[in-house]
C-alpha cells in the first residue's frame, strides 16, 4: 500500500475542492438527491413508521427494545424505537442517492478537471459507461445492503460497529468511485488490474471518506428528536453528503490517474526516435 500516493492525492483534492468550479458542483447532485428524498419522504415515510410500529406491537419487540435501551441507559428514546428503525433502514440508500448522483452528475466533471489541468498527455480508453456505471454501482450496492442488514445487531456492541460499519462503507465508496474515476482513462483491463492491485489504498480512502459521512448520518438520524425540523435535518445531512462525496470523488481521481500514468510508463514501451 502506497500511503504517499494517498497523502499526495488528498492534498491535490483539498487544493482543487476550493476550486470555484468544484464548489458549485455540489449543487447539481445535492438537487437531484434532495428531490427524490422530498417525494420519497412525503409520501412514503409516514407509511414505514406506521408499519414498523405495526409489527414490533405484533412481535412484542416493544418490550425487548426497551429493555436493549434501558441496558445502555437510554429508556427514555423507547417511544422513538420506530421513527429511528425506519430512519437507520433508510440510512444506506440515502447515502446510495448521493453517491449514484455523484456518479452521474458529478465524476463526468471532476474527471475532466483533473485530466485536463493535471495528465492533459493521458490517453482516454473509455473502458467505462454510464450504464456500465449505474449496473456496477446497483450490484455493489445489493452486496452492501445484505452484508449490511446481516451485521446490523452488531451495532449493539460499539467495538464491533466501529470496525465493521466503517469497512463497509469504505468497500461500497472504492468500488463505486474508482470504477467512475477511470471510465473515461483507462480501458477494462487497466480498470480491473488497478482496482486488484491498489484494494488496500482504494478500501482505506473509502473507509476514511465513510468516517467523514459519520457526520450527516447522525445529523440524519438526529431528526428522529425533532420530528419538527426533520424536512430541514435531511437536506442539511444530503447537502454534506454531497460535499463529502465530491471530495472524496477529487481524491479518487487524482489516486487513480496517478497509478494509471504510472501503470502505462511500466508497461507501454516508449516510441524510440528516428
Not at 456505471?133 to 450490484?139: E, H, K
Request: contains cysteine; hydrophobic residues 60%; positive net charge.
Amino acid at each position: 500500500m502506497n500511503i504517499a500516493a494517498v497523502g499526495i492525492a488528498w492534498g491535490r483534492a483539498v487544493a482543487a475542492q476550493l476550486h470555484i468550479r468544484m464548489l458549485l458542483l455540489t449543487f447539481a447532485p445535492f438537487l437531484a438527491a434532495l428531490l427524490i428524498w422530498s417525494v420519497a419522504m412525503w409520501f412514503g415515510l409516514q407509511a414505514m413508521i406506521d408499519y414498523i410500529q405495526q409489527w414490533f406491537a405484533v412481535h412484542n419487540s416493544f418490550q425487548t427494545a426497551g429493555d436493549v435501551l434501558a441496558m445502555l441507559g437510554l429508556f427514555a428514546f423507547k417511544a422513538m424505537v420506530a421513527p429511528l428503525v425506519a430512519m437507520w433502514l433508510l440510512l444506506p440508500l440515502m447515502v446510495f442517492t448521493a453517491l449514484l448522483c455523484i456518479g452521474l452528475f458529478a465524476m463526468p466533471a471532476i474527471s475532466r478537471h483533473v485530466g485536463i489541468r493535471h495528465y492533459p498527455q493521458l490517453e482516454q480508453r473509455q473502458g467505462g459507461s454510464l450504464i456500465g456505471s449505474l449496473g456496477y454501482s446497483l450490484m455493489s450496492f445489493i452486496i452492501f445492503a445484505v452484508l449490511w442488514l446481516l451485521t446490523l445487531p452488531l451495532t449493539l456492541f460499539p467495538i464491533a460497529s466501529l470496525v465493521i460499519q466503517p469497512l463497509l462503507w469504505g468497500w461500497l465508496t472504492y468500488r463505486v468511485m474508482a470504477y467512475d474515476a477511470l471510465s473515461a482513462h483507462a480501458d477494462r483491463e487497466e480498470r480491473i488490474a488497478l482496482i486488484r492491485q491498489h484494494r488496500g489504498a482504494l478500501l482505506l480512502m473509502g473507509t476514511i471518506a465513510g468516517l467523514f459521512g459519520a457526520a450527516p448520518g447522525l445529523l440524519w438520524l438526529g431528526g428522529v428528536l425533532s420530528v419538527m425540523f426533520l424536512p430541514v435535518l435531511a437536506g442539511l445531512a444530503i447537502w454534506l453528503y454531497v460535499l463529502v462525496f465530491v471530495f472524496t470523488g477529487l481524491w479518487f481521481q487524482h489516486y487513480c490517474l496517478a497509478a494509471l500514468a504510472k501503470m502505462r510508463v511500466r508497461t507501454e514501451p516508449v516510441p524510440q526516435a528516428a
